[in-house]
T-cell receptor, first 116, second 116 residues
Framework: GESVGLHLPTLSVQEGDNSIINCAYS??????FIWYKQESGKGPQFIIDIRSNMDKRQGQRVTVLLNKTVKHLSLQIAATQPGDSAVYFCAENILPLYNQGGKLIFGQGTELSVKP | KAGVTQTPRYLIKTRGQQVTLSCSPI?????VSWYQQTPGQGLQFLFEYFSETQRNKGNFPGRFSGRQFSNSRSEMNVSTLELGDSALYLCASSLTKWLDVKSEQYFGPGTRLTVT
């Protein structure tokens, strides 16, 4: 069935280090991927997205890499800060067909813990 | 601009009862999606509405239903509640146009439903 999975459920890094969160996806029908950050007691917050016609996209302190050959997605956070501590989800946007809307398929999430 | 709002934030129900959750999207957003989040299953897509029409549906039983009003506000209903329905129910809105591929979604804080 449809699935977007994460390699590691938890990740602990020192403040100031770079973080890399990985994600594997199985549905090759989608061409749009998103990373979300979810803090305790809040809904997921959009971080960055990428289309399948790109292999890299950069935002503020974050970079998303897409490898379609091995169906792998990663999120890199530069100079990780305590405020980055949260659960990170990758999500795959299933293309709309005919008159259907798109839907997001989420991975299980990786909990990032930043040590001061 | 106000974000996505969901009411109530917390709810306790008993098995067999039914529940209605409400979601007000960001002003101007016409697409509303609903997700169920549990520790075991993660974030799972329930359904999506656009202009009062359900465009897409996840793999949930018929006890889960929803609707959207002309002002884009949406409600979801769960009938004959089961213990396994205990979850965080998240609503997300987007500016998705009809058949638009990219649909960045903005999430609300969720409604925490506990079934006893």
């Amino acid at each position: 069935g449809e699935s977007v999975g994460l390699h590691l459920p938890t990740l602990s890094v020192q403040e100031g280090d770079n973080s890399i969160i990985n994600c594997a996806y199985s549905n090759s029908a989608s061409d749009y991927f998103i990373w979300y950050k979810q803090e305790s007691g809040k809904g997921p917050q959009f971080i960055i997205d990428i289309r399948s016609n790109m292999d890299k996209r950069q935002g503020q302190r974050v970079t998303v890499l897409l490898n379609k050959t091995v169906k792998h997605l990663s999120l890199q956070i530069a100079a990780t800060q305590p405020g980055d501590s949260a659960v990170y989800f990758c999500a795959e946007n299933i293309l709309p067909l005919y008159n259907q809307g798109g839907k997001l398929i989420f991975g299980q999430g990786t909990e990032l813990s930043v040590k001061p | 601009k106000a974000g996505v709002t969901q009411t109530p934030r917390y709810l306790i129900k008993t098995r067999g009862q039914q529940v209605t959750l409400s979601c007000s999207p960001i002003s101007g957003h016409r697409s509303v999606s609903w997700y169920q989040q549990t520790p075991g299953q993660g974030l799972q897509f329930l359904f999506e509405y656009f202009s009062e029409t359900q465009r897409n549906k996840g793999n949930f039983p018929g006890r889960f239903s929803g609707r959207q009003f002309s002002n884009s506000r949406s409600e979801m209903n769960v009938s004959t509640l089961e213990l396994g329905d205990s979850a965080l129910y998240l609503c997300a809105s987007s500016l998705t146009k009809w058949l638009d591929v990219k649909s960045e979604q903005y999430f609300g804080p969720g409604t925490r439903l506990t079934v006893t």
